[in-house]
């Protein structure tokens, strides 16, 4: 509570924007606040709160207060996953409706001008394959959902991804660092070019010592380095503030191939339970 009160000091309080259209928690409201405190200062930042904490409807309300403010005067790219762009979508919908927005996909998708709108959904995949129309455009924010798929930083898309420009960088992902610290260092990269040396001397520096030699010294100055642009709040940290779990029973009934495989393997396996059985008696079946 006492590191929650010291941070609240330093970091403004933003009030929700009008239009929001949700009742925000207290710690999305202190994730409006981060990056609203984020673009104030010119830095980029990873929301990397726990799967289910709510980072599209933090980087939303964030989004709508920009525009509510007037200072949203080109398109933001929203950069996600072909599973998850529905979903901003009908979060944007649902919370924010006041944000135009454009799904950049399908085959009309060269039809579209950014300006018309204030939020452009696009993929990692349409990123490539449609590179010159991106790197043409300015964007104001340039967000990275699910992040992780930057963390090679020699491949295309990742280096694509490099050469667009925005006024602003944001990313989200609930795992920022998964194998090694090479990930971290392409994230901030894309972020921050600079803030952790180029490749060769953040492994230099902090990857060999950290990860080779258990390097303490190297890992708290690392630490200290990256913590100011990372916001990492998990389920247990908030579960005050959760609502209860909810949980609903379906039955459904097996029918067609479904049925059939499921007794074709029901038989088998109660054969082999009744073969064990009678060799080795049921003490030694278990």
Sequence with gaps: DQLKQLALAHIP???PPLGLQAQLREYQRYGLSWLQFLRMSHFGGILADDMGLGKTVQTLTHLLYEKEQGRSKAATLIVAPTSLVGNWLVEAKRFTPQLKVLIHHG??????????????????GLIQRDKEKFIRYSFYYLILDEAQFIKNSR?????????????HRLCLTGTPLENHLGELWSLFHFLMPGLLGDAKQF????????????????????????????????????ARELPPKTEMTHTIEVIGAQ???????????????????????LCKSH
């Design 155 to 167: 491949t295309k898309t990742t280096q694509i991804i490099q050469q667009l420009h925005a006024s």
């Design 13 to 15: 309080e933003i009030q």
């Design 203 to 238: 492994r230099l520096w902090f990857r060999t010592p950290i990860e080779k030699y258990a390097d303490r010294g190297r890992r708290e100055t690392l630490i200290k380095r990256v913590q100011p642009f990372i916001l990492r709040r998990t389920k247990n940290q908030v």
């Design 107 to 124: 085959s009309e998708r060269h039809q579209d001008n950014f300006d018309d709108y204030d939020l452009v959904i696009s993929t990692y």
């Design 259 to 281: 049925r059939d495989l499921y007794e074709a393997i029901r038989m088998s396996m109660e054969k082999k339970v009744r073969d064990a059985i009678a060799k080795q008696g």
